[in-house]
């Protein structure tokens, strides 16, 4: 503690306060006011003094190791400076390095450091490092995961030296952690051995307790030979924890050649003890040590690698062994390997097996699982042995209900477990090769009857002598011919009853929104139908209204404006023969001639439109010859040439439809009469591209025009739009193609629907 504590002295404190080391109080009575201020200036001086030291102490590097051990993990998270010397005792790969100084050892974490950024040192002289070198290290302290560390900045080689004494095995602190990072020198029995990323990785059992033991590849020439032989290693001290900083398992690494001692050879593998399968760890007047034991039987089922399953009689064991050699059952086998209580049943671990022969396989008994569980409870309540025996590593039958078929997790173990009922028990089944496919087709269920090794599981419960207790029995299956299906399921399963009802639910939910769709569908068909209803009507009403207003108007025409304009003519005729009678100026006579002329033609015109407007569109015509009659009467006198082409079978066109066209096609020509001045004219009469459609072109050789220039609405002509409004009523296209001196083609599309014929 001397670098800790430099400059610390007891008798300081009184030099620095001579008044409490001699007191010299005044009289009994006399007044203490001029001993008061020296009492207070003392105070101060002391207290000055120690909170210096304090800081001096505090800011003061820690020099020796066993100090940065002795901290706890809120002490060494603070990183307090650290200045140690100290020899490497073990360097593992990477930045992996141990050091030990007088007063212990350490571990230098070097991958923390270099994460916080701290890491000052040349990577070059860090891996030229080596065990046996004596380091001058500066850092800080860090918590590490297990036990306090050194969190290095600078690692500087100063020399080297011999590595300190191993310290002898001490069980309690070994096994406990304490003697972490330390270097010791264990014993124990080789009970494996496993090659590691180092060299090679012992397992050895100490009796009791078991750890592992890393040495360099160098070490060992024969692996096989040390298994089962005593021996001591000196090396580094660590521990397997938990992610809570727990020791699961105290190990030791060594960087030394010469590290592992044999003080006692192995005999030869099947040289051990022979035991009875069943009494691999029985009460013995002399404890037999964690050496080998040797059994023989016959083997019931044997996975390559893994385990196998021996039975003699009502005797039978699980051996775990790594032998590749391929077992089948009803080989006698001898196996020798070391006892293991991990599953509270003794079971032959690290296994050198050999065969002796064959014999009749075992014959698996019939047995209740519930009635295996019963017995041994029964054992375990009075403190006696199961009778005739536990069953577990025994070939046993018996029937129970599927209730499942799962695979493992891990989809590259090719394995099935199988989850069965029998009454009231719960037990599993495991099938760890074979035919998996068999097992995947078994329907839950099915009343099977197994065949199986049994594997008991203990659990700690209360009970007045004994504290474990087979709780769960589990089934190891040999292979898919150990599954009989006794009864198949009822065809009314959960799951199929669940489809049924599943399916019978979709149904009807199908029922109601096809339903409900069907509603839609026909709520909007028939408003679709009745406002097609509703169109025709009013369609045909108003082509009735139309041809009665035309009718009306040609007779009013002719009745009124006809007559009057005849007898405006009658009059014009007789002016002017009494003109000429009275041998009057020719020049009025003239004027009258040409007024004459002039109301004859308008005269003409007038009864041409009023037999447009009397006549009937069709007045029982086909729409071709209609169209064929209208168009001579209207160019009658006027050199223009027409032509009218028809295609196809026009016979069913509906009078509504045909006296529409008519209608449209009529506005049309005498719209190209009036103002396109053509030679030649075309009428086209053909079903249209779509099924059930007309279409009649009117096309003309005139001057034509820019479409949408021409006069509209707006300024008084209504052809166009009469015509366009005419043939969408019926649902139909109208369609206008001109230019300029290329002339004018209509063409008007409608469907060949019945319209309501009733209106007259």
């Not at 003890?273 to 404890?287: H, N, T």
């Not at 059952?329 to 599953?343: P, S």
């Not at 449209?664 to 009469?673: F, K, R, S």
Request: glycine share 8%; charged share 20%.
């Amino acid at each position: 503690m001397k670098g800790l504590f430099s400059g610390y002295d007891h008798g300081s404190f009184l030099d620095a306060s001579p008044s409490f080391a001699q007191p010299d109080f005044p009289a009994r009575h006399a007044p203490m006011q001029p001993c008061l201020p020296r009492l207070i200036f003392s105070v101060m001086l002391l207290l000055a003094g120690l909170g210096a030291r304090t800081l001096a102490r505090a800011q003061a590097p820690l020099t020796r190791i066993v100090d940065v051990r002795s901290l706890s993990r809120e002490e060494a998270a603070k990183s307090l400076p650290v200045r140690v010397r100290a020899v490497v005792t073990w360097r593992g790969l990477r930045d992996q390095l141990t050091v030990q100084d007088d007063t212990c050892g350490v571990w230098i974490f070097v991958t923390d450091a270099r994460k916080q950024q701290l890491w000052a040192t040349d990577d070059a002289d860090f891996n030229a490092m080596r065990v046996g070198d004596v380091l001058d290290i500066e850092g800080v302290s860090f918590p590490g995961g297990y036990v306090p560390g050194i969190m290095p900045k600078t690692l500087r080689r100063v020399g080297e030296q011999p590595l300190p004494p191993a310290r002898p095995m001490d069980p309690a602190r070994f096994f406990n952690g304490a003697e972490d990072s330390q270097r010791v020198e264990v014993r124990g029995v080789v009970q494996g051995v496993q090659p590691a990323e180092t060299g090679w990785l012992l397992e050895l059992n100490s009796n009791p307790g078991r750890f592992t033991v890393e040495v360099p590849r160098s070490a060992i020439s024969d692996p096989a030979a040390i298994v089962d032989a005593e021996v001591r290693v000196r090396g580094v001290a660590v521990t397997r924890i938990n992610t809570r900083g727990e020791l699961t398992m105290p190990r030791v690494f060594s960087s030394s050649s010469d590290a592992l001692i044999i003080d006692v050879p192995a005999v030869q593998t099947f040289a051990a003890p022979l035991v009875p399968l069943d009494q691999l760890l029985p009460f013995r007047p002399e404890p037999s040590g964690p050496h080998r034991l040797r059994v023989n039987g016959i083997v019931t089922y044997a996975l390559t690698g893994k385990f196998l399953y021996l039975q003699e009689g009502s005797r039978a064991v699980r051996v775990e062994t790594r032998s590749t050699e391929p077992f089948q059952a009803g080989d006698r086998v001898e196996a020798a390997g070391f006892v293991d209580m991990t599953r509270s049943v003794g079971t032959l671990v690290g296994a050198q097996v050999r065969k002796l022969g064959t014999a009749l396989a075992p014959v698996a008994v019939a047995a209740n699982p519930e009635e295996i569980i019963a017995l041994n409870h029964a054992a375990m309540r009075a403190g006696q042995l199961a009778s005739p025996h536990d069953f577990d590593g025994h070939l046993i039958r018996f029937r129970a209900i599927l209730l499942a078929v799962q695979s493992p997790p891990d989809t590259k173990q090719p394995a099935r477990h199988l989850t069965l009922e029998r009454d009231e028990m719960i037990l599993n089944a495991t099938l760890h090769a074979g035919d998996l496919k068999t097992i995947d087709a078994l329907q839950p269920g099915s009343e099977l009857e197994v065949t199986g090794i049994v594997q008991l599981d203990y659990t700690s419960v209360d009970a007045p002598r004994l504290s474990l207790m087979p709780t769960r029995l589990d089934i190891v299956l040999r292979s898919a011919v150990d599954i009989t299906v006794v009864r198949a399921p009822s065809w009314w399963t959960p799951e199929r009853l669940f489809g049924a009802v599943a399916v019978v639910a979709v149904g009807f939910g199908a029922a109601l929104v096809w339903a409900w769709q069907l509603r839609r569908q026909v709520r909007r068909k028939t408003q679709l139908l009745g406002t097609e209803m509703s169109a025709r009507r009013d369609a045909a009403v108003e082509f009735q209204a139309t041809l009665r207003e035309r009718s009306r108007l040609a007779a009013n025409l002719h009745d009124t404006l006809l007559q009057t304009m005849g007898g405006i003519g009658f009059q014009i005729g007789a002016c002017a023969r009494e003109m000429t009678a009275l041998n009057q100026d020719s020049k009025p006579v003239a004027l009258l001639t040409v007024a004459r002329r002039m109301l004859d033609h308008s005269v003409k015109e007038l009864r041409s439109s009023v037999w447009a407007l009397r006549s009937h569109p069709l007045q029982g015509k086909a729409l071709p010859a209609a169209l064929q009659e209208f168009a001579e009467r209207a160019c009658d006198g006027q050199p223009i040439a027409i032509e009218l082409r028809t295609e196809g079978d026009l016979t069913g066109v509906p009078d509504f439809v045909a006296g529409n066209l008519l209608l449209a096609a009529q506005e049309a020509v005498h719209n190209a009469l009036k103002h396109a001045h053509p030679s030649k004219l075309t009428l086209e009469v053909r079903l249209a591209g779509k099924l059930g459609w007309i279409m009649v072109a009117i096309r003309d050789d005139g001057v034509g025009f820019v479409p949408g220039a021409q006069a509209g609405a707006h300024q008084g002509h209504f052809g166009l739009s009469g015509m366009r409004e005419r043939i969408e009523r019926l649902d139909g296209t109208f369609k206008l193609e001109s230019a300029p001196g290329r002339g004018t083609s209509i063409y008007l599309e409608v469907p060949m629907r019945t319209y309501d014929e009733s209106i007259a």
